[in-house]
């Protein structure tokens, strides 16, 4: 159990530090809405993660995605990373203010488990780690172990992320959340792209 809880630490921190569109997200989201904001967005994902470790193991660990499924998630997946990279862009930058207004969290929840849960890499990295641990490690205790240290690890580096981030809001301009909205934007839209034209070109 406990080589298994160390292993599952270790991958989650691989994957809390992949740049992909979430990171971008959680980062832009924190300095602009305050930490409060990015820990729900943080937990939008991590119940996303959790919906698809449940899909998969318990009811399609040993099924391969069919084409046109993949397809589509692809498609509806890019375009809504684009859209959400196309809002950054045209958003006017606020400069952040010292006390923050009262947020709806459960918009920033859903969010963030909408941008994850239609990123199909993800569901893809974890029939992979899913299928990894079933043949190396069939203990159910030592599996349950393995996806809680990650899921947590993962949790918790967001978390993190959006704590430190947010604490920067306090020496930031407007013109520098200009500019990080547009930076946000660009890579929102080319992971969005990226996403449609691996659907195209390799399924």
Known sequence: MIEAIVKGMGVGLILSLLTGPVFFALIQTSIEKGFKAGASLASGVFLSDLFYILIIYYGAK???????????????????????????????????????????????????????????????????????????????????????????????????KSYIASKLRHVISSKVIKWLNRIAGVALIIFGLRMIIKVIFEL
């Open 62 to 160: 040993n099924v391969v995605i069919e084409d046109k499924y993949s397809i589509i998630l692809g498609w509806v997946g890019g375009g809504f990373l684009i859209g959400i990279g196309i809002y950054y862009l045209l958003k006017k930058a606020i400069e952040p203010k010292l006390e923050i207004e009262k947020i709806r969290h459960s918009g920033y929840l859903l969010k963030g488990f909408l941008m994850n849960t239609l990123n199909p890499f993800v569901i893809l990295y974890w029939i992979g780690i899913i299928s990894y641990l079933s043949i190396s490690d069939k203990e159910t205790n030592s599996q349950f172990g393995f996806f809680a240290a990650t899921l947590l690890t993962i949790l918790s580096s967001d978390v993190l």
